[in-house]
């Protein structure tokens, strides 16, 4: 079983709806975070948690809000999509200690007509 | 600001060496990591350097130099499955408000 896993996999969704992704893991790692990912800009960080009751911005975050429901939750909204939004969205954990590895889930694919 | 620097496409044969090359300006530096990522997949993580040097791990290898703030990826024996995207990270920030930030990547093709 995948450690990190994030539902939707693909989501195809209107200007101004409301969506939320999910992710999931089982690694038992207190850092969560939520990057997006366009065509020659790398990976951006939306958000980010280090535990339940910690949530930080990272530097894309307008148009986006997060909630940390448990130490193995972590989810996205977009409150309005919009068109600009359609990207590619990675939920990521990682351990501390040593070199904070990233452990990427499989990606949300998400399209804003 | 905060910036990380690399190539966006690099060419190279099988068998061949390749060497990514990655410059960062952030604050608060911790480390430097390389990560693999192939076409509709997820970022997976290849090595970590907190200290100048070089790190070794099979055909991989990774380089730092702190004072020049600059580092890279040094791929040897090159195999058709390593074409892919490489992306350089920094481990950025203050004691344990630290997070990464990513480099556009590399696209690295393998040609036979």
């Known amino acids: 079983d995948a450690d990190v896993t994030q539902t939707p996999r693909n989501r195809i969704t209107k200007t101004g709806k409301r969506i939320m992704l999910e992710c999931s893991q089982t690694?038992?790692?207190?850092?969560m975070y939520w990057y997006r990912q366009d065509p020659g800009l790398g990976l951006r960080l939306i958000y980010y948690?280090?535990?339940?009751?910690?949530?930080n911005k990272g530097e894309i975050s307008d148009g986006y809000s997060v909630s940390r429901q448990a130490q193995a939750k972590f989810s996205l909204s977009l409150e309005s999509a919009i068109p600009n939004q359609t990207a590619l969205y990675f939920c990521?954990?990682?351990?501390?200690?040593?070199?904070?590895?990233?452990?990427f889930g499989p990606g949300t694919r998400l399209t804003v007509l | 600001g905060q910036s990380l620097e690399q190539p966006s496409e690099v060419t190279a044969v099988e068998g061949a060496i390749v060497q990514i090359n990655c410059t960062y300006q952030t604050s608060g530096f911790y480390g430097l990591s390389w990560y693999q990522q192939h076409d509709g997949g997820a970022p997976t993580f290849l090595s970590y350097n907190a200290l100048d040097g070089l790190e070794e791990t099979g055909r991989f290898s990774s380089f730092l130099s702190r004072s020049d703030s600059y580092g890279y990826l040094l791929l040897q024996e090159l195999q058709m499955k390593d074409s892919a995207s490489y992306f350089c990270a920094v481990t950025t920030g203050y004691s344990s408000a630290s997070k990464i930030i990513f480099g556009s990547g590399t696209r690295l093709s393998i040609r036979p």
């Open positions: 990521a954990t990682s351990d501390p200690t040593g070199s904070d590895e990233q452990f």
């Open positions: 948690s280090f535990d339940v009751k910690d949530i």
């Open positions: 690694k038992g790692h207190d850092r």
